[in-house]
């Protein structure tokens, strides 16, 4: 066996990978941790690069402290040669001037191969010649573990392999490519550990000729160097068998003041990125360190790998999806939620008293939904064709125990979040059917109120139509005459007025669906209206704060909510009498500020469209509030080059109102 390997070696250098790489330039090779590699002759030397054919026969290069070369035997070799001949025949993405010149090579390399078996008539010496990637080698058992790939720029010593030779020892080589060059400074650990096969020299036994590498900092050099002659000494007395690959582990330490200031900007940082306890941050370092040193990898290359990974998207498949704890964990817990909904035994659920399991069940939902990838939770509640949403529109059907149906609540608004599908879906469901009906029949809990007003007015915030045949039902005028009620009529127990802002922000949203004033419902039923004046103050309100409260669960395509009600509203003359004189003087001041702020955009137009129609609406020419003002903006805006919206509604309000008109 020795024989073989001797030849193998002698005639073809095989590589194994130590780590994952994804090549950045044409001529090298991408490539997962532990391929093997046949080096080939014709690629440019250099010390940073192999120049190899990968298993499926591609040839490229690849960086060597990515690398550690290793030894088979003569069949293990020819085997493999002979399979990336194989591959390299069969494969479609090779052209076939490459087949040719990568197969001409590695039959060159079969053929020396067995010229050299045939030579080989002897075994080898006694001292059982072992190279450093052989299974039963002493450097290969610590290295397979411990043995760091060559850093590049700067390499160690005794981290280069004999194979290299002098072309690696040289201080600077022009690179075919940039090999990955990862920093020192991300050797923050206390110690780091290298395996440094010791030559059978007594010259390089001895300490006078050790020379420590200028790349660390040690903390005590002398100590190091007598620790060496110790462990060099003993060495010399070993076996002669094992003289050859005798190993010392050499620990590098860093001072502990800096290790120490280290580890506290470190709790610090996840403190104030996570603000989690100080307990909990030393503990979540503490676990990621030891998993950083129980994977055995070179820390250089290891740590700005991982950098590159949170710069992109950690769950891009389906299989790093389903494999994750969070969807083993959502899915099961939909699963059992869906279990009890189909058990004719739980369907009175109030018999069974389960409203803990089922608290904690939902509990558990919204825990996840908030905490795990949107990209898992987006998988889990798209499955089966959001089956497990509709489950729970089901469940809240069923229930009639408001501490449940409150939690179904705020799972919706999650779920609504992640998955602006699930809006439209809930939306044709049974579910603001049902929820519009609890407001009726609880028209004084406060609570129950707003929680029932914040779904309904995600549900309505995309502007889509509510099904037609709900109209007819709780979702037409009886929903919004209960509104425009309870805002001028609060509950008693509403001290702080949040009965009104939230229906305030479900009838901007409801009022999304209306193109054409005439079909407005809201319209219709504000007009009919005998009393509005918390409406008309909160409208103003929320218009001079710049609030959209349809955007309950982020930011929105479209108009703003508010602003179309604004325009809505001052389309109908009848809506307009519920405003008074001195409201009708806080939106013109409003309206100036605005178009005094704003610069051209869809914006600008929007209040320019709102002046246009409070201005005709309100009787302007009797009372001509913030004259001066808007004249000044509305010349500022004729001014402005080019011919723009902004410019042509200008226009139309100055030939309305001549007291704009420029002299």
Known sequence: MDADKLAGEAMVKMYKSLYSFKATYASAL???????????????SDKNWYFVASPD?????VPRNYMSEISLSSAETYAHVNEVLTNLNNSSTVSTADKNEVGEKLEEI????????????????????????????LTSIRSSKKRAAPQ????????????EGSEQRSETSQSPRNSPRPSNSSMDTTTTNETIPEDTTESSRSPSNLKLPKTYNYFDAQKLIRTMSQVSQTSAASNNDLAAQEVVTVTYQHPPESCHSKALELV?????STNISHEASQTLLKSILESLVASHKDLNVLVPSLQNEFKHQLFSNETDIQSSHDFTDLANLFDELTKMKEDDQQRNWMLYEDEAIIMKNLSRVCQTLQN????????VLSRYKYSYVQNLVEYYQMETRWSIRKILIETFTLMCSLDKAIISLMLISVLPLEVAQDMFENSEEVERLKHSSVILTILFSQGEAVPVHYVEKQLGSSLIIFLLNKIENPPELDTHEETADSFMGLLASYNLQFDQPSDNIVLQCLAKSTNAKIFTEKLLLLLNREDDPAEIIGPRSGINSIHKLVL???????????????DLMVLIDILARQLSDLGPGMQRYTYLEMAH?????????????????????????QKEEGDTIDKTKVNEICNTFTCFQIN
């Open 30 to 44: 991408s490539f997962k941790e532990g391929e093997v590699f046949v080096e080939l002759s014709g690629g440019k």
């Open 57 to 61: 026969g591609q040839s490229g290069y």
């Open 110 to 137: 079969k053929r020396s191969f067995s010229d050299s078996l045939v030579s080989i008539q002897c075994p080898s010496s006694a001292y059982g010649l072992r190279s450093k990637g052989s299974k039963d080698s």
């Open 152 to 163: 590049p720029p700067i390499r160690k010593p005794q981290e280069r392999s004999s194979s």
């Open 268 to 272: 610090e940082l996840v403190r104030d």
């Open 372 to 379: 795990a990838s949107q990209d898992i939770c987006r998988h």
């Open 568 to 582: 809505d509203v001052f389309s109908s003359d009848d809506c307009i009498s519920h405003f008074y004189t001195n």
């Open 613 to 637: 129609l409070v201005l005709v609406r309100s009787g302007y020419d009797e009372h001509l509030h913030r004259l001066s003002d808007l004249k000044v903006c509305l010349q500022r805006i």
